[in-house]
């Protein structure tokens, strides 16, 4: 909780909470005593209705979640939209951030990142969607229930395979906060021995495919080398890419590695 959230929330008109019994334990704690309504993206249209009318009264209002930054797998698109649709300014308070946060701990890429939120709760739905990037380079977040974790990480095993580098990072900046690396195989057998890993909120890194290193096939390195006792070493080149489909740069140069020999 940031100095400058504690002093936006003493300070808007009223708080729009996921759940205002839990976020009662936060102003609480914080000594805010503002009016609470409860907003998550399947109340009733009357909720944003209030909200927006608020808004246009010159309240201000704060949009807070359970846990984490609100929109970020959690309630606040629909009325932010909205809001934005008709006008009003919406300005983020940066906090905490689960995928961030696990993130810079898990010792994985982080120059290029998929966060995609929570994956599907059936096998078959979920395998389908980790199939479609488990070509991707790019490190891969995710959001898991406790109560799926375990399935979801054997799914993993089977679409990623067992040796995929992950990281689980488990109840963040909580009391029973816990950090697991290894192989997915590895995860999956430390998640399935200890139950008490099959609870909280849960963050999911998965490491990213290997690069495929592009190789001159041995046919292609003795058509290229047939060809350079005829031809010059440009055109052996980009006759043996036409005749082989390889890369023609690539070819070049072990071109000019032959000659050298």
Known sequence: MTPRAVETLQTVSVIACE?????????????IDKP??????????????NILKRLKFGDDVALISDAGTPLISDP???LVSEARQQGFTVIPIPGASAVIAALSVAGLPTDKFTFIG????????????LSAIKGSTETMVCYEAPHRIADTLSDMVDVFGP????????EITKNFETYLYGTMAELLEIVTADSNQQRGEIVLVVGGALEETETVSVDAEKIL???LKELPLTKAAS????????????????????QDK
Do not use: E
């Open 19 to 31: 759940d205002t019994r839990h976020s009662k334990k936060l102003l609480d704690h914080f000594s």
């Open 36 to 49: 609470c309504v409860a907003y998550h993206d399947h109340t009733d249209k009357k909720s944003s209705h």
């Open 76 to 78: 606040g698109y629909r």
């Open 118 to 129: 929570f994956l599907p709760a059936k096998t078959t739905q979920r395998k389908t969607s």
């Open 163 to 170: 040796d995929r580098p992950g990281f689980m990072a488990r």
């Open 225 to 227: 080398g047939l060809l």
């Open 239 to 258: 006759l043996t890419a036409k005749i082989t489909g390889g890369d023609k740069k690539q070819l070049y140069q072990l071109g000019l590695s032959l």
